[in-house]
């Protein structure tokens, strides 16, 4: 009890201790400010040069609050400015936008800051996307193949024993913005598709469901085009809703290949074991793949600079190549007698929804013409 | 917000996108077809369908027998396209629900045989033989039918039956009646048994098969029955061949014209063989009988497989038989001393000389490293001249799985060696499979008949176009 009064004594002081140093340091600020709009401009600089300054010793110290940090900075790189020590306030200003990465000037800041500004790079040098979502597949069959005559071979439809074909899928993307609200992307990501087929060998007698699972690691490359990327709304704020569209493509490398779940009723019911061989060592599915891709989303300005986002997004995959290797498609007898089941060719095209977060990655710097 | 749209209506073109392979199989290169519905079906026969002038393939047409659901077996005729797809099918035979007329009883039996004025019915079960095409005019059937007539106390006696149906599969009338029969004597309840009908040169039809005898006291045995018949004149000749002796039996399986107008029948007899095997009761071999065009036999040979490397005795039952330009080729099953079977195929010349014969006792997919016993169904020739036994392996254990009969796929050379790598099964994992006969395609490739059983008293018929290698791919 005594340790725990103790600690409870302890935190109280340290927060009065916090709170009046923060009151102590807006206060510092404010004097700063109300010294730039008298034009004591030396005062703010010397103050600042004076490492035991309250005000030096607020913007060290880590105690302005981020804001206050800005407003800090912003108020040196003018003074800096007006000083005409343009070394100071490219420094000063860099520091700002260590702070406020894309840093929005007001309409009340100088033509002095804006020119300033004009002469680094503000734009993040690159956007880490991470992404994750749930796929359908569409397979697209190209011809059919069946062992039997009523041709009765559904893919994906809900019923009593089928699924929708539901996989996983996650992307790592790195983006770079080009110009206009078009940025193109590229990364890694892994991918689990999930076809599932109802055969009818005979009808409500004789049936069979195949499930094949596919993980693929797969090299995206998209071109994205999005609205409002550089828009402000009528107070001069920057849009957060950013709608887009994209296009891409893909080079797929197929990992593995199953059948799971694979079985046939009717007779003596028999189920494939699900150890059974990898669909990709027999060489029974294409090992690699092209595809183009595309869809739309709706990205959200997140965070306090607004500078990284949250997404959600509809994307559609079409394969372009077949799925099967159509040389190998009798390759295994378990599939092809006891379950009845032959591989159409398919393009194992996918739709998905996914959600992801981009992170925005900077390095304050001037731009190559003003080194 | 109009770039935006014209950029999703430009993406949704080009995403729907897709490139054939141009490279990729058409569906009649190879495939695997089930046929049947949920019953029991067995195939016998498979052959190819010519158009009328013989020379372009149609399609194929598989002869063999469907459990119906009145718990009896009846013939069934199924015909697909080349590709495999089923045209229509057919089955038909003797039941306890239609009159049928028997033909031709030696001791002119009625279709009355209790006395009561009324049509008797009787149920049989049918066992198919062979299928023969006739281009331009329909298909010739032949078979057992095994009775059941209960009023009679009659119960598998079997009768040697035939028929025949036009080019839509429908049963021609021939002698008032649909579905003809031979049979043997009805007193004793012999039985004769169909197994091969072949269209002559002449115009006539050869049947073939064979016909059992009590020669008075012990068992009774089959001897060699031939029949030539005429549409417009009926029985032309028919006439017994074999060996007379308690249980020693022959019984031709397949029938032959040769181009002088002799006929040739092979089957499988008691009779010594000529390479000095066993014979008797205790030693069946290949038998090799060749007769002018009216039946009189000119030639006869009898010859077995023979291990020289030990004192095991093989009894070589004869199932098929086809013609190649060497001679004959035959496939069948020896079932040793030692109580094992395995396949045997034999090429005989033109004038029924032996040229060589060989058994197969593969071990190349049992892990246990003991040979594969196997059974000789079916043989077909493949375009690079070999010759392919089509059968079935019993059960074996193929690296971590057990395997129950799966049908079975054979090359052979000329000389009747294997050919390496020319080997391999078709079937489920569990159940009692087996290729019965094949076929040779115009294209190279080969179709085979199978029977595949899918457990539960399933079994259905499948046709498996081949690469020539039995490779399916």
Redesign the interface.
């Known amino acids: 009890m005594k340790k725990h009064l103790i600690t409870l004594f302890l935190l109280v002081n340290a927060c009065w201790v916090f709170a009046q140093s923060s009151s102590q340091c807006a206060r510092a600020l404010s004097q700063a400010e109300l010294a730039f709009e008298q034009g004591r401009l030396s005062d703010i600089i010397s103050d600042y040069s004076n490492s035991n300054s309250g005000f030096t010793r607020c913007l060290e110290g880590g105690v302005f609050s981020v804001d206050e940090e800005i407003r800090a900075y912003k108020l040196l790189t003018k003074a800096y400015l007006f000083q005409d020590d343009e070394e100071m306030a490219e420094e000063m200003f860099v520091k700002l936008l260590g702070v406020d990465k894309e840093h929005q000037l007001a309409a009340e800041d100088p033509a002095e800051l804006y020119l300033l500004k004009d002469k680094f790079k503000t734009e993040p040098i690159l956007r880490v996307a991470v992404r994750g979502g749930l796929n359908k597949s569409l397979p697209?069959v190209?011809?059919?193949?069946?062992?039997?005559?009523t041709g009765q071979k559904r893919y994906n439809e809900k019923g009593n024993d089928t699924g929708l074909g539901i996989g996983f899928w996650a992307e790592v993307l790195a983006e770079r913005h080009i110009t206009k609200g078009i940025e193109v992307a590229s990364g890694v990501q892994y991918r689990i598709a999930t076809y599932e087929i109802e055969g009818e060998?005979?009808e409500n007698?004789?049936n069979y469901v195949a499930k094949n699972t596919s993980n693929m690691l797969r090299i995206p490359l998209i071109a994205r085009?999005s609205?409002n990327y550089d828009n402000k709304d009528e107070d001069g704020n920057r849009i957060k809703l950013l709608?887009y569209?994209?296009?891409g493509g893909s080079f797929d490398l197929m990992l593995k290949a199953k059948y799971l779940d694979t079985r046939?009723t009717?007779?003596?019911a028999?189920t494939l074991p699900d150890a059974s061989q990898d669909l990709k060592e027999a060489d029974q599915v294409s090992s690699t793949n092209v595809s183009?891709?595309?869809?739309?989303g709706v990205r959200f300005r997140v965070g306090r600079s607004e500078v990284d986002f949250f997404s959600i997004e509809l994307r559609?995959?079409?394969s372009?190549?077949?799925y099967i290797n159509?040389?190998?498609?009798?390759?295994n007898?378990?599939v092809?007698?006891?379950i009845?089941h032959?591989e159409d060719?398919l393009?194992l095209n996918t739709v998905s929804i996914s959600f992801g977060y981009t992170r925005s990655l900077y390095i304050p710097r001037k731009r190559k013409q003003y080194r | 917000m109009r770039y935006l749209f014209q950029i999703i209506i430009a993406s949704l073109l080009i995403v729907s996108c897709q490139i054939e392979d141009e490279n990729a199989p058409a569906p009649d290169e190879t495939y695997v077809k089930y046929y049947g519905e949920l019953t029991s079906y067995e195939a016998s026969d498979i052959e190819i369908i010519y158009d009328a002038t013989g020379e372009v393939a149609e399609g194929l047409i598989v002869f063999g027998t469907k459990l119906t659901e009145n718990g009896d077996t009846d013939y069934f005729i199924l015909r697909t396209d080349l590709q495999g797809n089923l045209v229509d099918s057919i089955s038909f035979g003797y039941s306890d629900t239609l009159d049928i007329q028997p033909f031709g009883s030696p001791d002119g039996l009625a279709d009355d045989w209790t006395g009561d004025g009324v049509k008797d019915r009787f149920r049989a079960d049918e066992f198919a033989g062979q299928i023969q095409p006739i281009n331009g005019f329909g298909y010739a059937i032949i078979g057992s039918s095994s009775i059941t007539i209960n009023a009679l106390g009659v119960s598998d006696w079997r009768w040697l039956t035939f028929g025949f149906l036009d080019l839509d599969l429908e049963p021609i009338r021939f002698l008032n009646d649909t579905l003809l029969a031979r049979i043997s004597d009805s007193g004793d309840q012999l039985d004769m048994v169909g197994n091969d009908i072949i269209l002559l040169s002449s115009g006539g039809f050869l049947l073939a098969g064979g016909q059992e005898f009590d020669r008075g006291g012990g068992d009774t045995d089959f001897d060699n029955y031939f029949m030539k018949l005429n549409f417009d004149d009926g029985i032309v000749f028919e006439s017994n061949q074999g060996i007379s002796g308690e249980g020693e039996d022959d019984i031709l399986v397949r029938v032959f014209e040769k181009s002088n107008g002799n006929l040739v029948m092979i089957g499988s007899s008691n009779t010594p063989s000529l390479l000095g095997e066993n014979a008797g009761v205790n030693g069946v071999n290949v038998f090799y009988l060749e007769t002018d065009e009216n039946g009189t036999p000119v030639n006869s040979a009898a010859y077995g497989i023979d291990n020289v490397n030990n004192n095991v005795v093989y009894n070589d039952q004869v199932n098929n038989a086809i013609r190649l330009s060497s001679g004959f080729g035959i496939v069948g099953t020896s079932s040793t001393s030692q109580n094992q079977r395995f396949g045997f195929i034999m090429n005989l010349s033109n004038n029924g000389i032996y040229l060589s014969g060989n058994s197969h006792d593969s071990s190349l997919y049992n892990t246990e490293s003991v040979t594969l016993q196997n059974t000789g169904r079916g043989i077909v020739q493949a375009p690079d001249n070999d010759l392919v036994m089509l059968g079935q392996y019993t059960s074996f254990t193929s690296g971590t799985n057990s395997r129950g009969g799966e049908g079975m796929f054979v090359k052979f050379d000329q000389a009747s060696n294997p050919v390496e790598g020319a080997e391999s099964f078709f079937g489920l994992s569990d159940g009692n499979d087996n290729i019965v006969d094949a076929v040779t395609l115009p294209d190279g490739k080969i179709v085979a008949v199978a029977n595949v059983d899918f457990g539960g008293g399933v079994k259905l018929i499948s046709i498996i176009k081949l690469n020539s290698d039995g490779s399916l791919d």
Request: charged fraction near 15%; hydrophobic fraction near 40%.
């Open positions: 697209s190209i011809q059919n193949f069946n062992t039997f005559q060998m005979i007698d004789l085009y609205l709608p569209v994209f296009i046939r009717g007779g003596t028999y183009i891709m595309g869809g739309l559609y995959d079409n372009l190549f077949n159509p040389d190998n498609r009798w390759a007898k378990d092809n007698f006891g009845g032959v060719d393009t």
